[in-house]
């Protein structure tokens, strides 16, 4: 994913893959989506942390996405 982006106030991502393979019935498919979805978390907030103008400020919120957008 790329967060190169400056002046960010606010975004928003969706992650359906975990949703999609849970009513799939494919529970292997769906830890293993769940799990890229961790690691994609896991590189935001390593890349905000690194950038002096965001880090100590941000707040990550990460919410399922049940429903109709």
């Given at each position: 994913?790329?967060?190169?982006?400056?002046?960010?106030?606010?975004?928003?991502?969706?992650?359906?893959?975990?949703?999609?393979?849970?009513?799939?019935?494919?529970?292997?498919?769906?830890?293993?989506?769940?799990?890229?979805?961790?690691?994609?978390?896991?590189?935001?907030?390593?890349?905000?942390?690194?950038?002096?103008e965001y880090r100590g400020h941000p707040t990550l919120i990460f919410l399922?996405?049940?429903?109709?957008?």
């Amino acid at each position: 994913m790329d967060f190169s982006a400056k002046n960010i106030g606010s975004t928003a991502a969706s992650l359906g893959e975990t949703d999609d393979r849970a009513h799939a019935g494919r529970y292997g498919f769906y830890l293993a989506a769940a799990h890229r979805v961790d690691q994609y978390l896991e590189e935001l907030w390593k890349f905000v942390q690194a950038d002096p103008e965001y880090r100590g400020h941000p707040t990550l919120i990460f919410l399922p996405g049940h429903g109709p957008w």
